[in-house]
């Protein structure tokens, strides 16, 4: 992410710095888990895409410093939710907080997260940013309630995936680049192949999660390995799998999918078989395909530095290690 760093830098400090304000509360508590979980080393991907896609509309810096936080604090909050849902107990390489916290805590403050940001989003006063990212929370819960639903589902065909990714993961990335447009002023055109810049980047994004929770480690990964698969959630390098193994295969990966508790041989099984039919493979060119495709939609725009940093951007998503 170099390239970006170069160019936001100064930006996402500002971000960073912005956080404590927004963490503004009566109740310890909210700043304390806020802090503990935002200053956790978070990669920052959907502020610096916000930063960069005003930066290519040349957008105020301000507001998109506001907006940038924002997308953050919902990306935290959904982080905060998820742990809960799926029993996490690592985060970024530490302890989640509702392992630290409880349940409780945890889904009370993704809540003040939340409504935080709505308000935030309110003083900088664009009805057409309000509408993006009502939208993209709301698709956000749609895709993890279809996730719920898919859990364990042994005959999940790709197409049905993808579609989730795209609810669970990539429309918030597709939302923060073209909050970014609306701040600059883009014309239609130029606004919409920004989103679809981001919802290709970010199934591309989460396409490789997918790959990392296969063959990761714990330490660069920063959460724990095969825990997808520990929580019956099939995602693309089981998916190719099972399109291509033998019944008896089959048979096995269920058995290890439907179990209460997943001990180290059961992932090796199951990692076994991944390997042999190339699962991670295949998700790794699928998602360079959705990189290809989302490098496409910078054709609109003019050669310039924050256009390729975006473009480099999109290579960092193929080639990180967590």
Request: include cysteine.
């Amino acid at each position: 992410m170099q390239s970006a760093l170069d160019i936001i830098g100064d930006e996402l400090k500002a971000v960073e710095q912005q956080f404590r304000a927004y963490l503004e509360s009566d109740v310890p508590l909210i700043r304390m888990v806020g802090e503990y979980v935002l200053s956790s080393g978070g990669k920052r991907v959907r502020p610096a895409l916000l930063l960069l896609a005003g930066r290519l509309c040349a957008a105020e810096t301000g507001k998109m410093v506001t907006m940038a936080g924002v997308v953050e604090f919902i990306h935290t909050a959904t982080l905060l939710h998820d742990d809960v849902v799926d029993s996490a107990t690592l985060r970024r390489g530490m302890v989640s907080a509702n392992t630290k916290w409880g349940n409780e805590a945890s889904v009370l403050i993704g809540d003040f997260l939340f409504s935080k940001s709505f308000s935030l989003m309110v003083d900088v006063g664009s009805i057409d940013i309000l509408r993006v990212m009502a939208g993209a929370t709301t698709r956000i819960a749609e895709g993890e309630v279809k996730q719920m639903l898919c859990t364990g589902q042994i005959d999940l065909g790709e197409e049905h995936y993808i579609d989730v990714v795209r609810s669970k993961t990539a429309v918030l990335m597709s939302a923060a680049c073209e909050t970014g447009a609306i701040l600059g002023d883009a014309d239609p055109e130029r606004r919409q192949a920004l989103a679809g810049f981001g919802m290709y980047l970010g199934t591309a994004f989460q396409l490789m999660d997918d790959a990392l929770d296969y063959t990761a480690s714990e330490a660069e990964f920063g959460k724990s390995i095969g825990h997808d698969l520990q929580e019956g959630k099939i995602t693309l390098p089981l998916i190719h799998t099972l399109r291509n193994c033998t019944d008896q295969e089959q048979c096995t990966i269920v058995r290890v999918v439907e179990q209460d508790e997943m001990l180290p041989v059961d992932f090796s099984a199951v990692w076994t078989l991944v390997e042999r039919y190339n699962g991670i493979g295949y998700t790794i060119d699928r998602a360079r395909q959705y990189v290809d495709l989302c490098r496409s939609q910078l054709e609109l725009f003019e050669d310039c530095p924050a256009r390729q940093a975006l473009s480099e951007l999109a290579e960092y998503v193929i080639t990180r290690s967590r």
